[in-house]
């Protein structure tokens, strides 16, 4: 079964320092791999969309990186602010016509 | 810049009534999806949509679900007739090619 993984489930951290969020998949067959951001209550905003033959994809403070082989994603956001709050997302495309979503990390950035 | 719009952002309706939510995709995109997210749980994928036929579907999609393009611009998803577990956010998105899907703000569907 193609199952997405991501942990943390929840982070806190002061604003200004880096981090790392985490996702893992279980089939490596991956088409692409799309990281989003989610507001409570709100709709999904694209942040980041990694091909299968990519390694990294940038985006201002954001990294995305992708390991096909061992399952696994992750996203970097250098020098956390507060406006960087949310709920973060990673989902998998395999080749079908469907995103497959984790559970999401949950980030709080305090002043 | 171009978005997916969907109407309307609340619905709230009796069990057994039946609903239709709206998306209006980006104008250029020929793949169109529904989703939806249970409050506190991951986003699931219902349908997906391309050259006018359902393309894929969950197992969630059964047969009191269906998806309608009715005219170039609009997107429907119908639910017959709505349950209380039905009650969730709905989400349309849609992509150019088989890439980056963008996703609409939802549609909050309260079924009492």
């Known amino acids: 079964k193609q199952e997405v993984t991501q942990i943390p489930a929840a982070l806190s951290v002061p604003e200004g320092e880096n981090l790392v969020l985490n996702c893992s998949f279980t089939?490596?067959?991956?088409?692409?791999l799309q990281w989003f951001r989610q507001d409570p209550g709100k709709g999904l905003t694209s942040l980041l969309l990694?091909?299968?033959?990519?390694r990294e994809q940038t985006s201002g403070r954001l990294n995305a990186s992708l390991d096909k082989s061992s399952g696994r994603s992750t996203l970097y956001i250098a020098a956390s602010q507060p406006g960087d709050s949310a709920t973060y997302l990673c989902?998998?495309?395999?080749?079908?016509?469907?995103?497959?979503f984790g559970t999401g990390t949950r980030l709080q950035v305090f002043p | 810049e171009p978005e997916v719009t969907q109407t309307p952002s609340h619905q709230v309706t009796q069990m057994g009534q039946e609903v239709i939510l709206r998306c209006v995709p980006i104008?250029?995109?020929?793949?169109f999806y529904w989703y939806r997210q249970i409050l506190g749980q991951k986003v699931e994928f219902l349908v997906s949509?391309?050259?006018?036929?359902?393309?894929?579907k969950s197992e969630i999609f059964d047969d009191q679900f269906s998806v309608e393009r009715p005219d170039g611009s609009n997107f429907t998803l119908k639910i017959r007739s709505t349950k209380l577990e039905d009650s969730a956010m709905y989400f349309c998105?849609?992509?150019?090619?088989?890439?980056?899907?963008?996703f609409g703000p939802g549609t909050r569907l309260t079924v009492l």
């Open positions: 998105a849609s992509s150019a090619y088989r890439g980056t899907q963008y």
């Open positions: 089939d490596s067959a991956i088409y692409n």
């Open positions: 990694i091909q299968s033959s990519q």
């Open positions: 989902a998998v495309f395999y080749n079908t016509d469907k995103l497959i």
């Open positions: 104008s250029n995109h020929l793949y």
């Open positions: 949509f391309y050259n006018n036929e359902i393309s894929e």
